[in-house]
C-alpha cells in the first residue's frame, strides 16, 4: 500500500525555469555578456547555481569569482523568486487526489531553506505542504537517502511504502537507496527522454496524474 508520495521541487513540483534563468541572464547582463536561451538553460535548472553559471558563462567562467558570480545569481532570485513560477500542468489535479485518498504528502528538495520556503508560501498548490525538507535541512542532500527517510519517519510511514517522484538522476538514486518507489517525472528539465530512461526508474512517467494509476 502507498502511504505517501514525496516530491522534489523543481522541475517535478514547480517550473521555476524562468525565474532562474532571469537570474543568470541578470548576472550575465552585469558582466556584458550575451543572455542565454530558456532552450540552453533550462536542462541546468535542476542541478543547481554552479550548474547555471556554466550554461551562461562557458569557458569564461574561470575568469570571474565564481562565488561572486553565484551570490549574484542568488541575490536576484531572491528578490523575484516567483515571478514566474507555478505547478506544471496535472500536479495540482495530482495532489488533490492524493489528499482525498488520504495518501500523505512530503518535500525533499536540494534547494537551501532560505530559498525554498518563502517560494512554497507564495504557491497556492504547495503552501499547506507541512513536511518539507531541503538540501540543508540535514549534513546531506541527495543522492544521499538521508534527507529522504527523514522526510519518512516526519509523515510516519515506512520507506517502502512511499513514492519519491524527480525529473534528475539524483532523486532516482536517492530514492532507491533509500528503499522507496522511484519515479522519474519526464515532464521536467531532464537532460532527454533517453537519459532519464538510463536512470532504470520504477516508473517514468509524462504526465503527473498519470501516477494515480500506479498507486
Known amino acids: 500500500m502507498t502511504q505517501a508520495v514525496i516530491f522534489d521541487l523543481d522541475g517535478t513540483l514547480l517550473d521555476t525555469c524562468d525565474d532562474l534563468g532571469a537570474a543568470l541572464n541578470y548576472t550575465l547582463q552585469l558582466y556584458g555578456l550575451p543572455e542565454v536561451s530558456k532552450a540552453d538553460y533550462s536542462p541546468a535548472i535542476s542541478n543547481g547555481v554552479k550548474a ?68 512554497l508560501k507564495l504557491i497556492d498548490e504547495l503552501k499547506d505542504i507541512e513536511v518539507v525538507v531541503c538540501g540543508d535541512t540535514l549534513d546531506e542532500a541527495k543522492p544521499s537517502p538521508k534527507p529522504l527517510l527523514h522526510v519518512a519517519q516526519q509523515l510516519a510511514v515506512k520507506p517502502s511504502e512511499c513514492f519519491y517522484v524527480g525529473d534528475a538522476e539524483r532523486d532516482i538514486a536517492a530514492a532507491k537507496a533509500a528503499n522507496m518507489r522511484s519515479v522519474a517525472a519526464l515532464w521536467g528539465y531532464i537532460p532527454s527522454k533517453a537519459i532519464a530512461l538510463s536512470w532504470q526508474a520504477d516508473l517514468n512517467l509524462t504526465n503527473p496524474e498519470s501516477l494515480f494509476s500506479h498507486i
Do not use: W
Not at 575568469?63 to 531572491?78: A, F, T
Open 52 to 119: 547555471l553559471l556554466q550554461v551562461g558563462f562557458k569557458d569564461k567562467l574561470t575568469d570571474y569569482d565564481e562565488p561572486i558570480l553565484k551570490q549574484s545569481v542568488l541575490d536576484y532570485y531572491e528578490k523575484n523568486i516567483a515571478v514566474h513560477s507555478h505547478c506544471f500542468n496535472g500536479i495540482a489535479p495530482l495532489l488533490d487526489m492524493l489528499r482525498s485518498n488520504g495518501i500523505k504528502i512530503g518535500i525533499m528538495t536540494n534547494k537551501p531553506t532560505f530559498l525554498t520556503l518563502p517560494l
